[in-house]
């Protein structure tokens, strides 16, 4: 299993890497972890996984607008990007 900090690291490099701004992003005592959680989406879709969550904030209209990142807590790969209009692997592929 991954640390919170190792999610964190993998999360602002998958951020870096599809050039994503963001105004603001959790502190490692902000990530949250759920156990077996339901993957309704991307490559693990129907299946249960531990994950940890990381929030990242991103410039809105009135106020910032909340993304969150769902990471594998085993293996610390990128499971997706949740946001209020969708995934944003959606748009970005």
């Known amino acids: 299993m991954i640390t919170k900090k190792q999610a964190l690291e993998n999360v602002v490099k998958y951020l870096k890497e599809h050039?994503?701004?963001?105004?603001?992003?959790?502190?490692?005592?902000?990530?949250?972890?759920?156990?077996?959680?339901?993957?309704?989406?991307?490559?693990?879709?129907?299946?249960?996984?531990?994950?940890?969550?990381?929030?990242y904030d991103i410039e809105g209209y009135l106020e910032p607008i909340a993304h969150f990142v769902a990471v594998d807590a085993e293996t610390g790969e990128i499971l997706f990007t949740a946001t209020p209009h969708g995934y944003a692997e959606d748009w970005e592929e």
């Open 19 to 55: 050039k994503r701004e963001y105004l603001y992003i959790n502190t490692v005592d902000q990530i949250s972890f759920e156990e077996k959680k339901f993957i309704n989406y991307g490559k693990y879709e129907n299946q249960e996984k531990d994950i940890f969550i990381v929030n």
